[in-house]
């Protein structure tokens, strides 16, 4: 049986990995899903290992590991998969008939305009991807033109955005439904490729419903052809306004559309639309527009973020308001049944929640609960993932020089992407002839075979033919130089401000020590120590395990810096008992700091039960130590 199932995967990859047993909580944590999620998983996961050697056991109290009965059955398993997975890479990525690879860039191009985080496609990964040079790409690319041509477009190169096709809006919508959907293009829609990458399954059935629905009330009769071309049409406008394009029509022709009932019709739609999947507010005077500008301003002042130009998420600020505040008003507390699991896999958007619901508890005099402030961070947790801000650390991007010709290039590439493929991207092989200053400015690293003497950078490291065990612990440590410039444990979590064996009746008294700590050596002002004990009322910031993690809402000093405290005696914090207390201080201008720091404390403390080590212990370097490890 194959796992179809990405995340079963990962998991298989996770435990393979790691020896030890894994929490429930820790794979949730590094799959980014609900634990709930992830007991889901593990039964689709033992049915696919049912005939292969191997299964998921749970054991309580300790977590899940790999049994592996029968070794060669596993391996062959193993051997199995990594072959789907070339042959599967191989059809679907690299045609080599010259037209199919005009057709595959077209697609490619087309399906990028799509995505709702615009990326970036270069030339020359072009060229890595299709395996061609420089001379036939470029040919290539003048036979794209005249495919275009028809529709008014052109491709356009540049440093600054890449590869990519403009022209008039309605033309490139145009081209995207004729050349992808109706199979004229190399991902055909029978191929799925469209609803696979693009759309979620629930989005698409979605506007399948609004489209049935509007077109029996207003009666117009459709062919299935036209329906479904309605249906693409009304897809590619929804990802085209989240990119924020739009069609300009002409007066007179909008005159004329004015007519005609289906012109109605499709203003219904859209209304339904809007409702339905939050999109593009057509209006700038939209319903509580000064409180959410407000609360906008609020986050940048407070965490350097600038999400002002989210349209998406403004309107759904303003219709989740629309109905918040309605349930605020008369004190609704409204179940969110994923709150912890946004508190603690979310926590840069759960505290913009907080700020917006600071502002509106100061413009309307409600209660923001708890519930609700969980509610508000799924829209600031999108935002967050449009910018790419929530995204786990970027991986180096590199370029692997070799004289021995391509074959033993892709080896190497082979040999780093498995043993570095969560933290090195290989964007080329390349010749020592091939190598430039202009690329080597591109990327990160440059590992190389041969000698590049008239080159001079930092980023160039020399690496045998026959990449060995040396070499692997020679990348890997330049990568934890990386990690350590980055984050600097000891600098964060002071010595002087760890504090163990003492004894304090409740929170409060906890929260005041420990600032007072904090401003005693000027770590915090008075406006930070109060905005600690302010946050702590907006919502409770124990996590379960015994921990909790307080921490600042404003801090305009420029270091950032973690107080631990471990209590001789747990106390009651608000729902539940902690006795590890980490009160944590980001300033604004590193709080792009703020999920890392979390994420790692969480990861090690309740994933990896630390909580318990640090309780009996109390010992500081095995803390630090274990934050570093885990990096």
Known sequence: MEISNKRCIQILKLLLKNKECMTGDNL?????????TIRNDMKDLNRALEDHGASVVSEIGQGYYLKIEDQEKFLAFQNEMEEQKREKDFKNIIPSEPEDRVKYIISKLLLSTLNGRKEKIEFFDLEEELFISTSTLKKDFRNIDKVLKPYDLKTSITKKDGVKIVGDEAKIRYCISEYIFNSKGYFGIEENQFYQSIFKEQEIEKLREILLDVISVYNLRLTDLAFKNVLIHSLIMLKRFARQKSVTYEENDIKTFEKKVEFECAQEIIKRIQKEFEVDLAKEDYEYKNEIEKILIKIKEETNIDLSDDKQLINGLAMHLSAALQRMRFDMNIRNEFLDSIKNMYPLAFELAVIAGEIIEENFQFRTQENEIGFLAMHFGAALERKGLNEKKPRKKAIIVCYAGVATAMLIKEKIEQNFGHKIEVIKTCSQQEVSQELIDQVDIVLTTAELSELRSDKIKKINLFLDETDIQF????????????IDY??????ELFFYDVEFKNKEEILEHMTREMQIRGLISKEGSKSV???????????GNMVAIPHAMSNDSEEAVVSVMILKKPILWENEKVQVVLLLNVPKSQYNMWEVVFKRLYQYLIGDQGVTKLIKDKDYDDFIRHLERNE
């Open 475 to 486: 990348i890997g440590n330049i990568l934890k130089e990386d990690q350590k410039d980055e």
């Open 28 to 36: 949730a944590v590094a799959i980014g899903v609900s634990s709930r």
């Open 490 to 495: 000891r600098k964060i979590f002071r010595k």
């Open 533 to 543: 004990f302010k946050r702590e009322e907006m919502s409770t910031t124990e996590l």
